[in-house]
């Protein structure tokens, strides 16, 4: 994100003025990220960069502790400027099954949890003790296509897996509702967004005679996935590829291995999330399109 600063040079104690490698208008999202918050020089030198495990903030709250994959503590900030908030003590839990985290809710073990999965919420909305607050997300779920693969360089087989699928009836069946189709990798509240539909639109008729007309019915593909959702949404494609001709078998992998195997390109259809988090297109196009990120293992689709 911060690759095109060349330099920030000190101008007075409440101004500092960055200098860019290059024209870069994105560098204004990118410096509304948590990522760019500033430590002081002295906060560096004590505690070193590693400013997860060692965090300083500014807010209502101070840092007590940080146990991985358990939980993060803080106490209330005496020192606040709007004055030391009412609640003494906030932790954090971590708790990765979401059946978990409703139960604990409903029963006052804890009392708020952070995105909660739609099929909890259908659980917890006629639960009058409970208030769910609806929020836009800005995380795109997607089906990444390896189109180096062999099979997958075929252009109409490409076109073909598009138009089988039925978005809306994902978000219905699997999202209970709770999403929306997108046309692209960032949505509609952003600047450069697709606002007209593609071209290509489900129509299961059309790709199932692209099939035909090609020879590929019968075409064996293989679809990655990782958890709950993205599973479920996986069983979906599948059926609607089913539909036109096409055979998917689904591997559900363990989070680091299904990462690796994206990174060695030993993949042709997977599902991923991406959170735009500066707001800014950059953050999804370069990323996730360039080729200068080919190396890195950033681009996993075409």
Known sequence: MYANIENVVKVDDDTVNIILKRIFPSIVGYLAHPKAAVYTQEDIEALGTNTVETPVGTGPYQY???????RITLKANPDYWDGAPSIENLEFKVIVDESVRTV????GDIQGVMEVAPSQVEILKDNTNITITPFESMIVDY?????TSPKLQNKKLREAIFMAIDKQAIIDSVYFGYAKPVEALFDDRMFGALTENDTLTY???????????EGLKGTKL?????????????????????????????????????????????????????????????????????????????????
Do not use: C
């Open 104 to 107: 604990s809710l409903e029963t």
């Open 143 to 147: 089906v990444g296509i390896n189109a």
């Open 64 to 70: 007590v502790d940080f146990v991985h994959g358990d």
């Open 203 to 213: 129509n299961p008729e059309a790709a199932r005679k692209i099939i035909e007309e």
């Open 222 to 302: 293989t679809i990655l996935a990782n958890e709950g959702v993205r599973v479920k949404s996986a069983e979906v494609i599948q059926h609607f590829l089913k539909e036109v001709g096409i055979d998917a078998e689904i591997r559900v992998l363990e989070w680091a291995t299904y990462l690796d195997t994206l990174m060695q390109g030993n993949h042709e259809l997977f599902l991923l999330g991406w959170s735009n988090s500066a707001f800014d297109p950059d953050s999804s196009l370069y990323t996730i399109y360039h080729t200068d990120n080919i190396k890195t293992g950033s681009v996993l689709l075409s």
